[in-house]
């Protein structure tokens, strides 16, 4: 008797862009329209609602991560083709570190195919909106402490701003976390000017979008939250016809 | 006699991703197929040929971004949609910053309208490739010291290391510019280990593509140009299953 041959599962760690359909890979809607089982946080399910219609969805609330991850593996093991989302990029403080770490320690590595597909990071997008900002070379910096010391972090910003890269800031501030970006922006004044142009970006490509240009010491003064993401420029960078812009060296 | 309303021109700045058209957005394909005039570097303007037929092009050889700037900035006046476009995110090394800039020196930033297309920037792209190397915080430094002076490069490179940052390296390599990376090597490893995971990829989503996995000791045996990123991990960073991993902090 012949064996049939048993084709395995696909997870995909999709990125799906900051928000707007327009800024989706050609890659991250072919494989949400063609997959079986879209998982997701729910309010990036609800982003892509347009491509997966009809489809089986799996979501659940904020910082259940490896929850969904776990249902996303599972699922592939059953053979599916499953799409794990996140926003901006899956590889950027996204699902596909966690979905490998996962595979490896469940030994469940062999057992499906895994593809990262890469999407627009949000500080990317950002960046688009303010103008140009990240022209010369940038650091990214997450002041989220629940998964990185608070001590890790401080280190990798004074280096940054000593480095005088311009700064990207994910995860400033969120309701139970609002001391961190006070003590950043204290720590960046030791080493960059008060007037240092800052881009707040709100809500990329989401409802509600906000982009503000303002200064270092300024900064505060502006809403920001989860959704914002900040980035610092460093020492040449100016404002130029209202949009903010690191120069490279061109002669012009 | 009334005066007709004067529709001024678009200049999109468009990144195309690294070369695949499935990791092109989907606004950068809407702007290419709608507007009037594409401008870029030949090899670029090869890579989105099948959303350009027919189209007026002006393309032109490598280093010769400001001419091609100058032609889409003219043009666009001229009251065309034109798209001058970039590889991976048009904000990322790419001509947004040189299109703003020479819009404010020649005083024409009011005569048209500017908009930025985000793009998937290259070394994620390349990160996807190599499994999820950039999950926790990086730095994007750029070894070319034609528009940036090498001690600022140096400086850049050398807190970045002790930060623990994981390190993100465009244009490691050219024809002519071949010590960069061995010194930028030689000052890695006062920081960090010889056995530091570090990721190569080549001609990411091109043709030729190649992703290599090994060590900051041992990169330099591997070809590198100036189609390659490299990828050094942090103090973290694994190889889980195969991939590149930098995990985030979470409790498995």
């Known amino acids: 008797m012949t064996k049939l041959q048993q084709t395995k599962g696909i997870l995909f760690l999709v990125g799906i862009g900051p928000g707007d359909h327009r800024d989706m890979t050609a890659r991250a809607i ?11 946080y729910s309010r990036y399910i609800d982003l892509v ?11 659940s609330g ?3 991560e490896i929850e969904r991850c776990s249902l996303a593996i599972a699922a592939a093991c059953r053979g599916k083709n499953v799409a794990l989302i996140s926003s901006g990029d899956a590889g950027v403080y996204g699902m596909a570190g966690l979905a490998l770490q996962l595979l490896s320690k469940k030994k469940l590595r062999d057992k499906i195919v895994v593809e990262v597909v890469a999407g ?24 989220s402490d629940l998964l990185t010391p608070w001590e890790v972090i401080v280190k990798r910003l004074t280096h940054a701003a000593q480095s005088d890269m311009v700064i990207c ?7 139970g976390r609002r001391r961190q970006i006070r003590e950043a922006q204290a720590m960046l004044l030791q080493y960059r000017e008060k007037n240092t142009v800052v881009g707040i970006a709100r809500n990329v490509g989401r ?9 270092l010491g300024g ?5 920001i939250d989860m959704l914002t ?18 120069p490279r060296g061109y002669k012009l």
């Open 30 to 40: 072919a494989v949400l329209r063609n997959c079986d089982i879209v998982v997701g």
């Open 169 to 175: 800031i994910y995860n400033p501030r969120s309701a």
């Open 49 to 59: 609602q347009p491509f997966i219609e009809g489809k089986e969805v799996i979501s």
């Open 229 to 246: 993401v900040l980035i610092i420029g460093n020492s040449t960078t100016t404002l130029c016809a209202g949009a903010m812009l690191t």
């Open 219 to 223: 900064m505060l003064r502006y809403k």
């Open 62 to 64: 904020m910082s259940r």
């Open 120 to 143: 627009v990071p949000v500080v990317n997008a950002a960046a688009a909106r303010l103008g140009a900002p990240l022209m010369n070379d940038y650091a990214v910096i997450s002041l």
């Open 207 to 215: 409802e509600g979008e906000s982009v503000t240009i303002t200064t």
